[in-house]
């Protein structure tokens, strides 16, 4: 039975090289992360690359280790994990990627105890990196079981550079005669956005971010949790999905939906976030007390998910461009529970992004798709400086689609600059 068993194993590690080998060959896109790789293999740290399916992680980790040695376990094959045994698994490994350096493990949250194992492969001094689908299990799970031992390597979709770096263009240098093409881009990934297996077959991004949609729900929310009402989380996220950019509490959306419970409102909210599916981004406010009750922003993490799910009769072009300065702001760095608020002034007029560094404000921003009318420039110029004396903050933006220029209001500077430039 031993044999069988190990046999068995052996089988599927040599299938998983043939796949491993297979994603070598092919051609990838360097994605743009600000960390070296060279530095962090060097590391004896565990790199943990983490983010929403199909974005890129295993892509990344197979770029950092390309002309490496290196053993590979992918834990999202159900094989894998039917017949797993560690002790096995870890001499067939030698077995199959003689003398390894590095270890890669995938999508590893689908591993039961899988931190328990981790532990004694860090111990044994394994080189890791570790790729995970799961914002909740890789952080406080890492952070708890193996604080100080792990660098974080956070992955998103595609960004506008990237997307345009797919199609021969440099972002920072367009040519006159490529105008007329990066503006047709720049309003594709606006409607789009950017996943990276839907860059080349455009005509198929809805259907095919439909399908990651409900995988996304199924898989890592109603199975991961057994969830029993899968109508309710369904049109949860949904509803959330129609609602990106909007304020809503656990009380309006258990209301809207008819859920009972406010607590499981919450509980389903957060089992949206764990796939980096959903963001909540609180109200800025002193009081601890009073940023907790406020309502949320809601964000989602690519704007193609709007035009694959939502319910919308209508372009949302502002919100569009809001939500992909939401997810840029979070390439950038920004944490929405630390770094990154909503503010309403106390005439409650509204700012989309107060900013923070080391506990001070440091730029407030809002968003507004054009600025060629008279109320538009009246509304978002008198929030900005509304909140600037409020706030004690000088540094006031404006991103649009496509507009650049300074506004002088009750005097303050306002800078109105595309977003795209302000992310360059």
Not at 268 to 278: D, I, S, W
């Amino acid at each position: 039975m031993q044999r069988i068993l190990r046999n068995d194993m052996k089988t599927i590690l040599l299938s998983q090289r043939k796949e491993r080998d297979d994603l070598l060959a092919q051609n990838y896109i360097s994605r743009h992360i600000t960390l070296n790789a060279d530095e962090l293999l060097s590391s004896h740290l565990i790199k943990l690359i983490t983010g929403p399916r199909r974005v890129g992680k295993s892509t990344q980790a197979l770029l950092m280790l390309r002309n490496k040695n290196f053993a590979y376990l992918n834990f999202d094959k159900q094989e894998l994990l039917d017949n797993w045994n560690a002790d096995l698994v870890m001499r067939l490994l030698d077995e199959v990627y003689p003398g390894y350096d590095y270890l890669l493990l995938d999508e590893v949250q689908n591993l039961p105890h899988w931190d328990i194992w981790v532990t004694e492969l860090f111990r044994q001094g394994k080189n890791m990196i570790i790729t995970g689908s799961n914002a909740n299990m890789l952080s406080s799970e890492m952070a708890t079981v193996l604080t100080g031992k792990y660098l974080p390597i956070e992955m998103l979709p595609f960004s506008l550079a990237e997307f345009f770096e797919w199609h021969h263009l440099d972002q920072k240098a367009i040519l006159p005669e490529q105008r007329n093409e990066a503006t047709v881009l720049e309003d594709d990934y606006l409607r789009l956005g950017g996943y990276p297996e839907t860059v080349a077959a455009r005509t198929l991004a809805t259907s095919y971010l439909s399908t990651l949609f409900d995988s996304i729900i199924w898989k890592d929310v109603v199975k991961r949790h057994k969830i029993r009402k899968t109508e309710d989380i369904n049109n949860m996220a949904l509803y959330l999905l129609t609602n990106f950019c909007n304020q809503l509490s656990a009380n309006d959306i258990a209301n809207a939906l008819n859920i009972g419970s406010v607590a499981t409102t919450q509980k389903f909210m957060g089992y949206l976030h764990e796939p980096f599916l959903f963001y909540y981004m609180p109200r800025y406010n002193n009081k601890l007390k009073l940023m907790t009750k406020a309502p949320r922003k809601i964000y989602v993490v690519d704007n193609g998910f709007v035009a694959a799910k939502a319910f919308s009769t209508s372009d949302n072009l502002g919100r569009l461009l809001e939500n992909q300065v939401f997810v840029n702001l979070l390439r950038k760095g920004y944490d929405p529970e630390k770094s990154m608020f909503y503010y309403r002034t106390r005439n409650d007029k509204e700012i989309d992004f107060v900013l923070r560094e080391n506990n001070r404000v440091k730029q407030l921003v809002q968003v507004s798709y054009e600025m060629t009318s008279e109320k538009t420039i009246r509304r978002e110029c008198s929030a900005l400086t509304e909140a600037a004396q409020e706030l004690h903050c000088n540094d006031l933006y404006v991103l649009t689609y496509n507009e650049k220029r300074t506004i002088e209001w009750e005097g303050c500077t306002i800078q109105v600059l595309p977003s795209s430039e302000w992310f360059q």
